[in-house]
């Protein structure tokens, strides 16, 4: 195989022809009579079940078509798409409306962006292909899921900041370029994972899971605090996967890996221009009502994690990980990173919270085997109880500098 550059160019073609394909398919539905649209909209939808009776033979995975992954189920802990009250994210990043937008900063994040670090840092060569194939076995359908979630969220981040970039255009250009900018690096690395899973021989149609994936509507600050976590726990998993592959390359098994160090700056720089959104909106990050805020998605985004990764230990034993060890490792120092804006955190050091985390482990495992409401309704209850265990602990003063008046206080001292 030669070696392949997976650019923008090359996604924006495959979106491009994706987009006419769907544009075309809707505009025929939208001609025809009410019914007959239902219909047609229901053949379609039966279509894609019957393909997806197809199953990959070697890992048992459902395939909508040959060479095509069926989309993993939604639930809780899937990775979402969102979307938002665009009309307000108009007036949060326009400098007329809000003044605290610090203009000179958001520049120098733009030009960051325009440098394009990563243009040709994803390049593929042959040893991808190889890789994947002697990965067999259960190990191959661990590393599937992986790569799915991945894919999934990345490419989530990509739909989002996009749209961002369209609306903000004219009344907010700085901050519209930094938004296409960040779609452009969440098309590559999605666009890449997927590319890694067509090496499974079972990739994801991305166009697909555009037109038929749920979307979970945020509120813009909610967006901000949900996206700013996702960026820099990113950020945290990339570097600790990469770190540890470089000291023990014998896990090395698949070449992915080795492109996580420039890739979670990526990752880095997209919560450096959310940290910046956070302190032009005092009131998002410095009253009672953000620090509820600030705890409910640090829980959120920790609780899935352990959860996420607890039911996939064995993709991180597969390089070599423990898989404990590894979340708690992510989880102090997306926290510790946090507290650098948060006005409050929670105290991931603090013994009851990696307890009420086990705990929460141990239910979902229950819960999963669980059949009837009357197994499932303690488990449910216990579960609550751990996560509002979890939400009462004492938390920790945090928070930007621009906003402590005293140095001294735990909320600089963090």
Known sequence: MASQTISMSATARVAARASLRSSRDTSRIARLPKSAARRAASSARLAVRAAGAAVDQETGIKKMREGIKEAADENLLTPRFYTTDFDEMEQLFSTEINPNLDEAELVAILQEFREDFNQKHFVRNDSFKKAADGITGESRRIFIEFLERSCTAEFSGFLLYKELGRRLKKTAPVCAEIFTLMSRDEARHAGFLNKAMSDFNLALDLGFLTKNRQYTF?????????????????????????????????????????????????????????????????????????????????????????????????????????????????????????????????????????????????????????????????????????????????????????????????????
């Open 218 to 414: 945020f509120k813009p600050k909610f967006i901000i605090y949900a996206t700013y976590l996702s960026e820099k726990i990113g950020y945290w998993r990339y570097i600790s996967i990469y770190r540890h592959l470089q000291e023990n390359p014998n896990d090395q098994l698949y070449p992915l890996f080795q492109y996580f160090e420039n890739w979670c700056q990526d990752e880095n720089r997209h919560g450096d221009f959310f940290t910046a959104c956070l302190k032009a909106r005092p009131e998002f990050i410095n009253d009672w009502e953000a620090k509820l805020w600030a705890r409910f998605f640090c829980l959120s985004v920790y609780v899935t994690m352990y959860l996420n990764d607890h039911s996939r230990t064995e993709f991180y034993e597969s390089i070599g990980l423990d898989t404990t060890q590894f979340n708690m490792h992510v989880i102090h120092q997306t926290n510790k990173t946090t507290a650098q804006i948060f006005p409050q955190v929670i105290d991931t050091y603090n013994p009851k919270f990696k307890e009420y985390l086990d705990n929460l482990r141990d239910i979902n495992a229950k819960l999963s085997k669980a059949q009837s409401p009357m197994e499932k309704a303690p488990l449910i209850a216990g579960f609550a109880a751990n996560l509002l265990g979890v939400a009462l602990m004492k938390p920790v003063d945090s928070g930007s500098i621009d906003f402590v008046e005293d140095v001294n206080s735990p909320a600089f001292m963090y």
